[in-house]
């Protein structure tokens, strides 16, 4: 996968304010947990839809179901908020939340949909904060997947060059991990493009 | 005065020495880019304060901290981290840390840091 238009300062600028917008999203789980969740370090990549497929694979386990949230966001700034969390994850989640052996279907979906609002509403407002931008989110939808075919052919049709961000949540006590994909459109590497450079005319002035 | 700044991020690391340069323009700053590189400056330099990061590859901030402490256990450590959650600020001031600041840090946030250091 190659990183076309982006210099190292680019992605090594998005890399670091995703990091301080995951930090913050770590820490209204944290809160919302009462547990203590590890940080890891962010991956980007620029990719074609090939290379997402790619990526996918090898980053989700095709042996468990998933609960995949999606969740659409516009503005100078637009994208999709993915976030997949394993069926054994959720149930530990939904178990932890609601203090109960077994939740129902409708409380682990419950579950997950909060989780994937505050992690998305957290994250993107917090990386759009700080490239000095706003965006509107969109209401999310979730489905339990088979295996990790995660993008539909149809979404397939609306990407070309995608931005893959793509960090892990891990909070080891409890068991609950999850991953999270932020895909962007090809028009939007060059808003990016922009509102790094912005960023970086402001640290190097 | 010499002071140890450590991020895996460049971008991180040029915006505190700007920070730092802009309050003590004289200062000597050391750059680290993960933790293992972090104590074998501090093992040969013994800078008078270090700026750290937690989440890096190699050798962890946690990690790097905690060596650093073993070297010197008088070491002015502030982390500075995206890692906002209170367990991990517990953490680190159990483990020799003298504070811990969110990223970004501005201006008057270095101001406040440097003024509670005793450099």
Redesign the interface.
Same mark, same amino acid.
């Given at each position: 996968m190659e990183q076309r238009e982006f210099s190292e300062?680019h992605l090594? @600028?998005l890399?670091?304010l995703m990091?301080?917008?995951?930090?913050?999203a770590?820490?209204s789980i944290?809160d919302l947990l009462q547990a203590?969740?590890k940080?890891? @370090?962010p991956k980007i990549l620029i990719s074609d839809m090939e290379g997402l497929h790619e990526y996918i694979r090898s980053a989700i386990p095709d042996n468990q179901r998933h609960y995949v949230t999606k969740q659409l966001f516009g503005g100078f700034f637009s994208g999709e908020f993915l976030f997949v969390i394993s069926e054994e994850s959720a149930l530990n989640l939904g178990h932890h939340l609601y203090d109960v052996t077994q939740p129902s279907d409708g409380d682990i979906l419950d579950a997950v949909v909060e989780l994937t609002n505050i992690l998305s509403a957290t994250i993107i407002s917090r990386l759009t904060e700080?490239l000095n931008t706003k965006v509107q989110f969109f209401v999310p939808s979730t489905d339990l997947i088979a295996g990790n075919d995660l993008i539909s052919p149809e979404d397939l049709l609306n990407y070309h060059s995608i931005i893959i961000i793509n960090t892990r949540m891990e909070f080891q006590n409890h068991n609950i991990n999850g991953q999270i994909f932020i895909l962007t459109k090809d028009e939007m590497i060059d808003s990016l493009k922009a509102l790094i450079d912005r960023k970086?005319e402001e640290?190097y002035a | 005065m010499k002071i140890l700044v450590v991020d895996d991020s460049k971008l991180a690391r040029l915006f505190l020495i700007k920070t730092l340069r802009e309050l003590e323009p004289g200062v000597e700053i050391l750059e680290a880019e993960n933790g293992l590189v972090a104590v074998e400056l501090f093992k040969e330099h013994r800078p008078s304060a270090v700026f750290l990061d937690l989440t890096m590859p190699v050798m962890d901030g946690y990690e790097a901290l905690k060596e650093i402490m073993q070297i010197n256990p008088k070491a002015q450590v502030v982390v500075v981290s995206a890692d906002i959650q209170t367990q991990a600020q517990e953490m680190v001031l159990a483990l020799g840390a003298k504070m811990m600041v969110p990223k970004p840090i501005n201006v008057d946030k270095m101001a406040s840091v440097l003024q509670q250091l005793s450099i």
């Open positions: 300062d090594d @600028i890399r670091e990091n301080i917008a995951m930090g913050n770590t820490a944290a203590f969740g940080m890891h @370090i700080e970086l640290l | -």
